[in-house]
Nanobody
Framework: QVQLVESGGGLVQPGGSLRLSCTAS????????MGWYRHAPGQERELVAI???????DYGDSVKGRFTISRDNAKDTVYLQMNSLKPEDTAVYYC???????????????????WGQGTQVTVSS
C-alpha cells in the first residue's frame, strides 16, 4: 500500500503563489506516474496536472501557463508550483499515484490507485 502525504496548502491573496508537496511512502520509480486533482464545493473533481513515469507532464486547461508539476526522485516527492493564483483556484488539492502495472488513462481520476488526504488552498483577499 502506497501512502501519499500532501503539504503546502494555505491562504493566499489573488496573484500570489503556493507550492504543494506530495511525498510517497515508496520509491517514485515503483509508481507509474502521479497527478494532482482538486475538488471545490459544488463542483466535480478536476484534473490539475499529471507527471508520467517518463517525466512528461500535462495540465488542465484552467491552470496551463500558471501551474507547474515537477518531481524530485531522490525525495520521492512531487511538487505543484502554483503562480498567479485566482479565487477560482480555491479547492482541496489531492495528490494521486498509479500502481506500476496500471496502464489506464492518466486523465481520469479512476486511473489512479492511491490518494492523499488532501490539502486546502484558499485564494482570497
Amino acid at each position: 500500500q502506497v501512502q501519499l502525504v500532501e503539504s503546502g496548502g494555505g491562504l493566499v491573496q489573488p496573484g500570489g503563489s503556493l507550492r504543494l508537496s506530495c511525498t510517497a511512502s515508496v520509491s517514485i520509480f515503483s509508481i507509474n506516474g502521479m497527478g494532482w486533482y482538486r475538488h471545490a464545493p459544488g463542483q466535480e473533481r478536476e484534473l490539475v496536472a499529471i507527471i508520467r513515469s517518463a517525466g512528461t507532464t500535462d495540465y488542465g486547461d484552467s491552470v496551463k501557463g500558471r501551474f507547474t508539476i515537477s518531481r524530485d526522485n531522490a525525495k520521492d516527492t512531487v511538487y505543484l508550483q502554483m503562480n498567479s493564483l485566482k479565487p477560482e483556484d480555491t479547492a482541496v488539492y489531492y495528490c494521486a499515484a498509479r500502481r506500476r502495472e496500471n496502464t489506464s488513462s492518466y486523465y481520469y481520476a479512476s486511473g489512479y490507485d492511491y490518494w492523499g488526504q488532501g490539502t486546502q488552498v484558499t485564494v482570497s483577499s
